[in-house]
């Protein structure tokens, strides 16, 4: 499941996507916008910015923007800052794989085998969806409606 944490930090990127090229945005106007509780995207966007994905000017006129390109920026590099692991169990975890406690012997465990497909699958969308996808998607979306 998807954490609060991590779908702000998508809202919050979405909407400094279809701010690009514009002054900053302040967060108090993201966070109405978003509905994303301030405090709290507060520390998302500290987070984004010490990544690298954002940029932040401070006084008059200032606010955050983005650092890159809507395209250059993947769900999957958002989603390792904000929750860590992409793999659903600790064993089939690229970057923060674990040993099960539990686990007798990973070879032949029929169990981790399936959440590596899990992984691997998810890996392939999220690796190849970008903040600019999800800002076409809702145009999309929208003009279907």
Known sequence: MLSKKTKYAIKALVSLGKNAGNPPVQISKIAEQEKIPKKFLEQILLDLRNAGYLYSKKGAGGGYSLNKDPKDIFLVQIMRITDGPIAMVPCASLNFYHKCEECKAEGTCG???????????????LSETSIADIISREMNLIADA
């Open 111 to 125: 169990i981790r085998s399936v959440f590596i497909d899990v992984r691997d699958a998810t890996l392939h969308i």
